[in-house]
Structures are given as C-alpha cells and as structure tokens.
C-alpha cells in the first residue's frame, strides 16, 4: 500500500534552516509528482510546494525563494529544503501525492521556528 513518511522536522531558531524528507513506498515514485503541504494551529492546511515527475518545482508565493523542493527517484524521497525560516513557517509539514484522484497522505512532522 501507499505510504509517505516525513521526518526531519524540529525546533529552529528565526532565520535558520531545516530540511524535511519524504520516505515513499507502495508506488512507482518516479511516475508521480509530489507536493508539500503544511497546516498551522487554527488554520487550513496550504499548498508549500510540489514537484512533477520531471523534476519541475512550484512554490506558494511566501516560501519562493527561501525553501526548494527535490526528489531522488533511486532513494524514493522527496526533500524540503527551508531556509530564512520564519516563525510564521511554524507548522505540521505534509508530504502528499495524489495517485489515480486519490490524494495520500504522510503523518507529518511538526517545524517550530522560534527564538
């Protein structure tokens, strides 16, 4: 079966760096693009940043330019790559992939941007 496992998320201070990776198994990884997402306390989760099978990234406008997406297609993972983080960066991170219209989830790993 499809399963996402996200890890590398912790306590960073305000312009610090983190990166975030994404365990897949169940699928063949390198067909599929892959996204990020994140949800804050009280708020909607939101598209971070995604990633197509040929390798392109998008990113939310608030994160362009400071986070960058990858993929290893050998490894069967996926990166987040966060710098100048921001306390407002401050949520659970997603990994998420949406195989034949149904979107699969990761657990996800929390990020706190604080001093």
């Known amino acids: 079966q499809v399963q996402l496992v996200e890890s590398g998320g912790g306590l960073v201070q305000p312009g610090g760096s983190q990166r975030l990776s994404c365990a897949v198994s169940?699928?063949?990884?390198?067909?599929?693009?892959m996204n990020w997402y994140r949800q804050a306390p009280g708020k909607e989760r939101e598209w971070v940043a995604g990633?197509?099978?040929?390798?392109?990234?998008d990113y939310t406008e608030s994160v362009k330019g400071r986070f960058t997406m990858s993929r290893d297609n050998e490894k069967n993972m996926a990166y987040l790559q966060m710098s100048s983080l921001k306390p407002e960066d401050t949520a659970v991170y997603f990994c998420?992939?949406?195989?034949?219209?149904?979107?699969?989830w990761g657990q996800g790993t929390q990020v706190t941007v604080s001093s």
């Open positions: 990633i197509s099978s040929a390798g392109s990234t």
């Open positions: 998420n992939v949406y195989i034949r219209s149904r979107s699969y």
């Open positions: 169940g699928f063949t990884f390198r067909n599929y693009g």
